[in-house]
């Protein structure tokens, strides 16, 4: 029985920062265990140009720890009046990685999202022409569809066809949560790839809703019937280059998931490596995790994979109850539990 694991330094292929105090408080978690993240745009109001992006970057980056070596990497919020010749400018110049789909009112605030992915054609064009990567989030939201339903009916509608139309462009397929999201993402091409959560890999929905409503277990997209956690768990260990670390990590304040209308989001960053270590080593594949966290990610954004490496050791840690997080308590994911696995305090 393993009783550490080394792997290259790994990277979070998407998370949410937030910003002030919050920002602050959160972004050590994520800069001790990732050398890189892809940080989403969906602040209020959003980061929808360069300029924003960049001025984003440097807020985050004033909250890396010095003894930390981080390197957030931004993303644009697409509208439906994107500006394409920007997100190209912003993609050469390097501060852009990627920009985001978001369908208008899919989750937390993406009110200003894309409300019809033809209105976006010529930017999404651009990008596949110089080979921007485009981050999806994939649910319809229209009212007649379940929520249960909507990745999948957001293939069909949405993906397909756009993947279809533009093969040369480069898309994640961020947070699955389907069988049929893992489907489409082994029968596409080699420019489509695919992030998993921690959260995913390891509730299904009874851990939101049996014995009472559980908000701090809600996110979106919400977790689904154990058939697909289980779809989930069998690509995300399967060594296949198309799936990728991205924790999703979202952070809202206790008050704000405990409420009338609860927020949607698990903060998953203060042990999202153990608890992703923890679905490897239950599957029989830590021998495919170094792929997973440090290898595939880097290798569909064409980007340098990281160097030096981190130690996770076989230790019992206990998660703490709430955590407090620039003046607000928030709960984070493993509230309460005790992880197998540690990640020594870097630096």
């Known amino acids: 029985m393993a ?57 985050i980056l004033a909250a ?10 931004m993303t644009a919020y697409l509208t439906d009046e994107t500006d394409a ?37 010529p930017v999404l064009e651009r990008m596949a022409a110089i080979g921007m990567p485009l981050c999806v989030h994939g649910e319809v939201t229209s009212d007649d569809i379940d929520i249960f339903d909507r990745e999948a009916v957001f293939i069909e509608r949405v993906l397909a066809p756009l993947v279809e139309k533009l093969p040369e462009l480069k898309v994640i397929f961020e947070h699955i949560t389907t069988r ?3 489907e489409f993402v082994e029968s596409a091409g080699d420019r489509v790839g695919a992030t998993i959560t921690p959260q995913h890999l390891q ?19 919400v977790a689904k019937r154990e058939e697909h956690r289980l779809a989930l768990r069998k690509a995300a260990t399967s060594g296949s280059a198309k799936y990728f670390l991205g924790t999703d990590s979202a952070p809202h304040p206790r008050h704000a998931k405990e409420s009338s209308c609860g927020c949607a989001g698990i903060f998953n960053a203060p042990h999202a490596l153990e608890s992703y270590v923890s679905v490897f080593e239950e599957e029989g594949a830590l021998d495919k995790f170094e792929a997973f966290a440090s ?37 984070p994911f493993h509230a309460g539990e005790t992880m197998r696995w540690r990640l020594p305090d870097a630096g």
């Not at 509730?203 to 997209?221: E, K, Q």
């Open 64 to 73: 890396v720890p010095e003894v930390m070596e981080f390197t957030p990497l």
């Open 85 to 121: 010749d920007d997100m190209a400018a912003g993609f050469s110049d390097g501060v852009l990685t990627a920009a985001k789909l978001y369908p208008a009112g899919a989750t937390t605030n993406s009110a200003q999202g894309v409300t019809d992915v033809a209105n976006i054609m």
């Open 203 to 221: 509730i299904n929905r009874n851990a939101i809703l049996v014995g009472g409503i559980r908000p701090h277990m809600f996110c979106l997209p």
């Open 295 to 331: 290898e595939n990610g880097p290798r569909f954004y064409g980007l340098p994979l990281n160097e030096g490496t981190i130690t996770l050791e076989k230790v019992d840690v206990e998660v703490a109850d709430e955590i407090d997080c620039g003046g607000e308590t928030i709960v």
């Open 3 to 59: 009783e550490s694991l080394t792997l290259r330094r790994p990277d979070d292929w998407h998370l949410h920062f937030r910003d002030g105090a919050i920002m602050r408080a959160v972004v050590p978690y994520t800069a001790r265990q990732f050398a890189r993240a892809i940080v989403m745009p969906n602040l209020s109001p959003p980061v929808t140009t360069s300029v924003l992006a960049d001025a984003y970057h440097e807020r």
């Open 180 to 182: 049929q999201a893992v």
